[in-house]
């Protein structure tokens, strides 16, 4: 949500997977989707069926992700259905590059980190943090 005012202006539909996020942040269009990691298999094939029914029905132009594997989910699919795609590696991985953020790169158009020094090490681009 932190990246809100950057889409203002453009047709963006959110999709999250917190219960409650969209009402909180009083947003119109929105999908909540399922959760999952890499221990949870089955919650990740309903994530992904999820995401792939929400993006074939909108047919996104850019893709952008922040976060865990629903969101390199998001980006692979984005990849497929030729979107553009960006990664942008959560703020909480101010140490090293996320496990997540590390699967994104082979799916984003542009893959950033929000630390200058994670961006230098893992090859990642820093363009500023939203901190």
């Known amino acids: 949500m932190q990246l809100r005012d950057a889409f203002a202006g453009h047709e963006v539909h959110y999709a999250t997977t917190l219960p409650g ?8 269009v929105f999908t909540i989707v399922p959760d999952c990691n890499r221990d949870r298999k089955t919650d990740a094939i309903r994530c992904l069926w999820s995401l792939f029914q929400l993006m074939l029905a909108y047919r996104p132009h850019v893709v952008i992700t922040t976060g865990s594997l629903p969101g390199v ?3 692979a699919i984005g990849k497929l259905l030729r979107a553009k795609t960006i990664w942008v590696d959560s703020v909480a991985n101010a140490e090293e590059l996320s496990m997540s953020g590390g699967q994104a ?4 158009d542009l893959w950033v980190s929000q630390w200058e020094h994670v961006a230098k090490a893992s090859g990642a681009v820093y363009v500023g943090s939203v901190l």
Do not use: N, S, Y
């Not at 996020?21 to 119109?28: I, T």
């Not at 790169?105 to 984003?108: G, I, K, P, Y």
């Open 73 to 75: 989910i998001a980006l």
């Open 21 to 28: 996020l969209p009402q909180r942040e009083h947003l119109a």
């Open 105 to 108: 790169r082979r799916f984003a």
